[in-house]
Every structure is written in C-alpha cells, then in structure tokens.
C-alpha cells in the first residue's frame, strides 16, 4: 500500500480530535474572559513588571509582540513578549497569561530543572522534527531498515520535548494564580476564571504531546520496528 494512503493515519484520529477541542477551548475561554474586567485593573504589562520585581528580577523586560495570542517568554534574551491584547488589557484573560509568561521567566530565574531540560532539547527537538519522515521514506525506499530505524530515533526527540513540556507548562499556570492572587492582582472570585484561562491554554499542549506520542507509534509501525522487520 502506497505511503501516502497509509492506514497508520487512522491512529491519528483522536490527536486531532483532541487538537480541535483544546483550540475551541481556548478561542472560547480566552473570548469569555478577555471581557471581563480584572478587579484589580492593571494592564498585562502592568502586572508582569510587578510580579518580576516582587521576584527579585530585574534584568528581564516587558515589551510588546505583535499578533494574537503570540505571548511567550524567551530565555535567551531575557525578554518576556506580551500580544497587544495582553499587554494594554486589565482582563482577567490578559493577567492569566501575563503572570503565566512571568512563571515562565521565574523558573528561568531559579533554574527549574525541566525548562532548563527543555530548552536543551529544541535543538535537538527541532533537528529530529525535519529528519525524521525523510530518513524513514529513504530508509523504506533504498531497503536500508536502519535508516528508518534512525528515523525513528530522530522522533523521539520531538516527544521527549513535547512530555517534558507539559510540567513547564503546569508549573507556570500553578505559578501564575499563586502570583496573581497573593499580590491581590485577582480577587478569590476571580481565581475560577483565572484557571479556566490557563488550563484551556494546557489542554493545547497536551494536545501537542498526544499527537507527538501517536505519530512515534506511526512511525514504529511504518518503519517495521513494532512487526520486528530485519
């Protein structure tokens, strides 16, 4: 049977699936929230400098990045960006994800183990994202099974990536209410929503990890390792 009407794409079914719902979760949780005015009224931007100082950090800056829900914290330069929408709104959507970008450089600040494993990883991570399908093809066309095999192993960078992920993300989100409600940023009626945000956002990444772990599995199969293949 042909690669390209490979069956092996049915185990992909639920990953998409799942991708779908989180992506629904997280346009309708951020649209619901992104309304609602904090009881605080600080901006994102506001609330991420507050929360870095009450940190003791003060060499990393909070600048603007344009598009939609493009915030992120990059340890490299010490830079945390926050979309427009974050940076200039006082919603409960924007502090959520402020002080979750801020969790991030917090645990940057005091070398969390898994974001500092995780950041070793992207290269690796995205080598074995761009190797992986062509040495498994050329392996199955040329009928040299070790270089699928390589394939294979490319991948599971990816995965390990995509697992060690998820507690960097739990950790920000749990870091992130913690911050926001002992600095009285949100209110306690305001927690709900708060989590709402940050675990619709998780549900993304777990999402990515399911995809991740089923597409290794397509692999092990294509590649004739789980059939045991010379």
Known sequence: MPL????????????????????????????????????????GAMAARELLRQAGIHDVEVEMVQGRLTDHYDPRVKKLRLSPEVYNSTSIAALGIAAHETGHAIQHDVGYYPLALRNSLVPVANIGSSAAFPLIILGLIMGLPQLAIWGVYAFT?????????????????????????????????????????????????????VTAVLNLLRLLIISGVLRGDD
């Open 157 to 209: 960078a990816v995965v390990l990536f995509q697992l060690i992920t998820l507690p960097v993300e739990f950790n920000a989100s749990s870091r992130a209410v913690a911050l926001l409600e002992g600095s009285g940023f949100i209110t306690r009626s305001e927690v709900g929503p708060t989590r709402a945000v940050l675990n619709a956002a998780a549900l993304t990444y777990v999402a990515a990890a």
């Open 4 to 43: 390209f009407f490979d069956w092996t794409m049915i185990l992909l079914i639920p990953a998409i699936l799942l991708s779908l719902y989180a992506q629904a979760r997280v346009q309708g949780a951020y649209a619901k929230y992104s309304r609602v005015r904090s009881a605080g009224g600080i901006s």
